[in-house]
């Protein structure tokens, strides 16, 4: 019994091209209305910035597989036509944009000297928040920049330095707006351009590229009267999406100035956040998910049905497979917005009556920045606001509801129409199976009677079988649907529940659809000392150091020796992280993991035997108790 | 889960079982040790055999040294065991110290080819029936009612239950 099609109308469940690429002025004020404040970190070289001062100083490159990339049309000469022009090419070629050129080491230093980045304090650095496992991850991490494509050295200074000069000739910050109705709501979204993102290069973070296109939506809900109402928002935050990157626009925890919305600004990576502070949002490690995957399953069976462990969390969250990186959105540098110093200069992604929409938007599908043929892609520059690197639409473009998780949300005031349908819908299936059910028990007593009727007629006993498993199937399909019958009238009562409190105007807890929110490190984190700072900068290294000079200087007692600095160097973490408790038990659990398996090794038959005969003792026990009484 | 300060606690049967195992532990340990150095000592050897007493006397610094260390695991493990029937949650630990320490002198053992194999199952059994959830909870909620400021705040409450979400969002 399926569910019968929502038959309520919220709109078309997906706006079409024409209404996606058609902007009216009412648009627009929305816009504006509820344009965001931007808080960045102080240090930041780059900010929101027009597209076209950025096409104007790059070039137009081709690359194309197994050959050296090629210049197709030089700095300064791009025109719209060029750019987007219908391209036919070989598989796997890729046209991309160049905005920066490679600086030496003596004049990255002097920009370094210069730039309001030498006065950028980490703070408590990034390894000091994070276990042995991912400082040595970490490390590899760093190794394999050395082996894949990546964005050069140099690369991000002139880019600051190119930025910089334009911004001197005529400073402007922009966002580009778009608006798609859907399902009864109106998104709004904001797009930043970036012309560089220095994450790893100027803050310690995962990655660098040439260009950064970052988003944020907020919700707007029209009622009857036309009078709109924003109702959530979302940022985008490096490659997350659902349900955790939005926010209800009511919850009291989001910080907004009247009807604008503060955006606290990762410093270098652009990505978008609720709160200022810093986060650790790890990055993991490609092609680990698998490996990921099975640690959870062994969690899972040695917490809940070994029960083995503390109440939520035992095993540590295998940190070798997530590298750390701090994102700083501390929000104490430059801010634009209504209202700031700096305000915003609006740009639109779709067309309005007067001008057509960007030709870019839809027309140029390659690289907005340099191809470093990175093979996980970290380092190659994104690709524009409609399309993914490889020139597939974005989600955020085509599904802006299913990106921030509210295609299956309705309208606040959307919610309880849904709900009486729902109800209908409910109170229609408890009549079908009513029905179904009075159905069911009639043939059931038929049946019964039947097989009493013939009950003992050998001549019959085929007839008989035949009957008493309709008898258990019908039986079965009865117990389903009464089941049912009983889950739904409890629905109900629920719904009755929801319209209550939906007709009071409570809404219930704004945060209940989040499951892994992004949230700054908590001040204790921060209060790591600056001896474990020292020591989370030294350790790997010295760790390695040390495990050297064992097998050079103590060959003969390579493996105790290594144990053994082993041993100190997570003694030492747990003193840093006050978990000497935690330690111990890991230990004791570890050598207990390894008697076991010494054991199992050493009697393997006779431990098989013992536990056959302990079943076998434990059957006839439960057996002669079962007798007993 | 806010604990009700008032309420009483107790002891569950496997903290029971775990406190008799503990207590037989140390109890062999501390009497083997101390008939090992009763043995060891110069005035008991000048009452056995000349033959006897000559072999004692080639027992090395490092077999006094073992005996006394099997002396005071016994001592500790005694003293935990007295803990653990009490619920006390000093005892949880020393007796994971105690087994830790244990486990891994057996291990050290067994690669020297003189494993103790009794001794390696009972620690083993000792270890995972401490780490045991049931058993922990137990010893925590005897210390929170001993010490009411250590209670879990709504805060602490909130993340556990957001932690135990995330468990099964993760688990889907």
Known sequence: MTDPPCNLFIGPPLATDSEHSSISAADIALLRRFEPIARFTYGEQFYPMDVDRYLAASRLCRQRPYDIAEELVPRGAITEQLLTQPRRDVPGTVYYLSFADSLNPAQVLNFYRNSTLRHFHAGSGRLARVGLTARLADLLFSITLLLRGRVPGGLAADAALRYQALQAEDERYCYYGRVVRENGYVALQYWFFYAFNDWRSSFNGFNDHESDWEMITVYVVETADGTPEPCWLAYS??????????????????????????????AGSHANYFFRGEYLPAAEVPYSGGLLRAWRRVQRFWRITLRQGDEYSDLPDLGFFRIPFVDYARGDGLCIGPGQMHTWELHLLQATPEQPAPAWVDGFRGLWGLYTRDPVAGEDAPAGPKYNRDGTVRKMWYDPLGWGGLDKVPPPHLTAPVLEQQRQQRLAEQQELQEHIRQLTARLMGLEVEAEAIQGLYHLQARLVDLQCQIRHTCDELDTLKARYATNNQVLESFALYAQQLASGVRGDPRAHLRLPQVPSSPADLRLGRLAETWSALSIGLLLLGSGGITLFFASAWGTGLLALLGFYFFIEALFRRQVQTLIRYFAVGMALLSTLVLLYEFFWPVMVTLILLAGILIIVENVKELAT | MLLDVGQSMKRPTSVTFLGVLVFIQGLIFTVLS????????????????????????????????????????????LVSSIGILQLRSWAWLMAMIAQGINLFAEMVNYTRGQANYISLVVSTIIVFSLNQRDVQMAFRVAHRREDPASVRTAEEDQAAIEEARRDVVEGK
Do not use: N
């Open chain 1, 237 to 266: 935050s490096h490659e997350f999406k659902g349900d955790d990157l939005r926010r209800r626009w009511d919850d009291p925890d989001i910080e907004r100035h009247g009807e604008h919305p503060v955006i606290y600004v990762g």
């Open chain 2, 34 to 77: 101390s008939l090992a150095l009763l043995l060891f000592s110069t005035r008991l050897s000048e009452l056995l055999p000349p033959d006897i007493a000559s072999e004692l006397a080639a027992v090395r610094l490092q077999d006094l040294l073992l005996a006394a260390s099997a002396l005071v695991m016994g001592g500790v493990s």
